[in-house]
């Protein structure tokens, strides 16, 4: 491996020439160019090195890879698509994957919401979404409805809309204004009520009344949408307070106003249902999905929408483009494919529902951390898991960064946000491999305090 080289011999010069040409997304780019970490291959729980050392894979890749990696079925799926049908439109145009996947995703989906617009990532099906939502209204003749509602520590992708109802400030400072029309519910973590919750918080569907403050504020027949995570992931894995999502849902209703869960990370299986507006009960009008949707395969996102909202649009001539919106390669047919391959793997695997069997191992092993040095708090649900640290003093994500860094060395892969240990293991861990992972963590606390 050439680039196994090139790392090695970075680590001994500060830098090298084959790696500098990359600006990596959401890193620490000299930091990282200095010792990378390179993977090479994967197989279901594990990666690679480049040097071939195994690393047992905490965290789904980035949340994705749900059902492990390199499924030789999803594989083959891939290279027979990329044979026979390389591309093509959807633009007035179509192909017979790109239905039938839509399809399947309707049926695991709430009932109710039954149609499909494809996209490539979670960013742009959170634009998607948010533009849907302001056409909606548009078309039923409420166009004042322009405002849209986020919430504080919210990630919605780094697009324009999606950082602009975000609430996470390093996200946001460096590009100016933002939308217009946008404003942010407060966020659901309150440490001093539920810190050290297993499961959903019993404290804090209040901060749903939140949403009434803003309705009084702008005058709820401005707003069109409100959009949240159901849980937010990459703020630090906060899971929604016991009646919280509820109590969005009817203040949503009550004023006319459409309610979008963010289902990028908490969508296919990662709450022990395939989605986790059926683990919590609660159904929004529109949603969006990535991620595990190919299972990191190959990108692609969607949202998936009430029957309602598609068919507000299905007015006028019949001959007319009814939604001004799409992307070349919405629907490709590679990610067809790897969704259709994903979603039979999911199924044949009981992969959707299989995080309910290991929630009970992963809570109970995770909140035994409690007693660790520097942990504040523990949250879970389903395969999901975060442990929060103390910063170290006037170096906040320093210590959190410490135990990645101390954890990849030691062959698990976890991620950090901030302090926060962040945890979502492929749904087809077995019960060793998630006390591997917490002992790890465990050892790596211990080395970092
Ligand atoms: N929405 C949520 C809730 C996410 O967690 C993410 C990514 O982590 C995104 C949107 C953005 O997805 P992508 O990185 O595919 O654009």
């Avoid at 007035?92 to 490539?120: C, D, S, W, Y």
């Avoid at 016991?242 to 990370?265: A, K, M, S």
């Amino acid at each position: 491996l050439p680039l196994a080289a090139a790392a090695a011999a970075a680590a001994t010069t500060g830098g090298d020439a084959a790696l500098d040409a990359f600006w990596m997304p959401f890193t620490a780019n000299r930091q990282f160019k200095k010792s990378p970490r390179l993977l090479a291959k994967a197989s279901g729980m594990h990666y690679w090195d480049a040097d071939g050392r195994e690393i047992l894979d905490g965290c789904a890749g980035l949340w994705c890879v749900n059902a492990g990696h390199t499924r030789p079925k999803i594989v083959a799926a891939i290279q027979a698509q990329a044979a026979e049908l390389d591309f093509a439109p959807t633009f007035q145009m179509g192909h017979p994957l790109a239905f039938e996947l839509a399809g399947q995703i309707t049926r695991i989906a709430p009932a109710g919401m039954g149609k499909v617009f494809f996209t490539n990532s979670g960013s742009e099906s959170v634009e998607t979404a948010l533009k849907m939502a302001l056409a909606y209204h548009r078309v039923r003749g409420e166009g004042q409805r322009t405002r849209l509602i986020g919430r504080e520590r919210g990630y919605h992708g780094v697009n324009f809309g999606g950082i602009s109802v975000g609430g996470i400030v390093a996200n946001r400072k460096m590009f100016g204004a933002m939308l217009a029309g946008v404003d942010h519910i407060r966020h659901t973590h309150d440490p001093a009520r539920n810190a050290f919750s297993v499961g959903q918080p019993a404290h804090g569907a209040d901060f749903a009344d939140d949403l009434e403050r803003l309705c009084a504020l702008h005058d709820p027949s401005t707003i069109a949408a409100v959009i949240v995570e159901p849980i937010a992931g990459s703020t630090g894995v906060l899971i929604p307070p016991q009646g919280y999502l509820q109590r969005l849902r009817e203040i949503c209703d009550r004023h006319g106003i459409l309610l979008i869960f963010d289902e990028v990370i908490t969508g296919f299986g990662r709450t022990g249902q395939p989605f986790a507006a059926q683990t919590f009960g609660v159904t929004p009008d529109l949603m969006t999905v990535a991620k595990g949707l190919t299972n990191g395969a190959v990108p692609m996102g969607a949202v998936i929408a009430k029957d309602m909202i598609h068919d507000a649009f299905m007015d006028g001539p019949e001959h007319l483009i009814e939604f001004f919106h799409g992307y070349t390669y919405s629907a490709h047919p590679l990610a067809c494919a790897a969704g259709l391959a994903t979603l039979q793997t999911y199924a044949e695997e009981g992969l959707l529902t299989r995080a309910q069997q290991l929630q009970g191992q992963l809570a109970e092993r995770l909140h035994a951390l409690r007693d660790a040095p520097n942990v504040i708090d523990v949250r879970n649900y389903g395969l999901v898991g975060g442990v929060e640290l103390a910063p170290r003093p006037g170096e906040p994500g320093k210590r959190g960064f410490e135990v990645f860094l101390d954890c990849y060395a030691n062959g698990v892969l976890i991620r950090t946000t901030g302090d926060t240990i962040a945890m979502s293991p492929p749904l087809i861990i077995e019960p060793a491999q998630i006390d591997q992972i917490v002992d790890t963590v465990r050892a790596a606390l211990g080395r970092v305090a």
